[in-house]
């Protein structure tokens, strides 16, 4: 009778050893938009249990009903502050974490000012030169004209 006490109690500590999961950490990182839609953040676990699966839900506040997505990096984010909540699972148990990250605006609008050389003669050629004060041109497109064009 008292081997099998024993037995009942080895077997019930291993239950509770064997059904911790490790504080995992979880880490987030990404990039401040500098353009409309260009703003990114990736997640990072470490110290996880072996055998178990992160999965991930993502949310932009102030809405905690929807996540926008469940991926660990995601692309084309606008400013704001997201929330996400990293879940470890192994079998039935699970634990998670959770963080917020700021996305900030960091978007310089766009000025510039325009000089144009006039042509004196037929033969002779003009020019248009755009200056750029603030933000940054992609590109130039001419768009009305005798001509026109993407620069």
Known sequence: MLN?????IFLFISLLVNGQLADFQLQLT??????????????NTTNTTAGS???FLI???????TPIATTQ????LS??????????????TFNTQQQDYTIQNLI??????????NVLNCNGTGAIIINTLTGVANSYQ??????????
Not at 4 to 8: A, I, P, S
Not at 79 to 92: D, E, H, M, P
């Open 4 to 8: 099998r006490f024993y037995l009942f």
């Open 73 to 76: 990096n995601l692309n084309g």
């Open 30 to 43: 990404g990039s401040n938009e500098i353009c409309s839609g260009n703003g990114t953040l990736q997640i």
């Open 142 to 151: 001419i768009i009305l004209g005798p001509q026109t064009f993407p620069v």
């Open 79 to 92: 400013n704001g502050t997201y929330r996400v909540i990293a879940t470890q699972t192994l079998g039935s």
């Open 59 to 65: 949310y932009k506040l102030p809405d905690l009903s």
């Open 108 to 117: 310089t609008s766009l000025t510039f000012n325009v000089t144009a050389t």
């Open 53 to 55: 699966t992160m999965s």
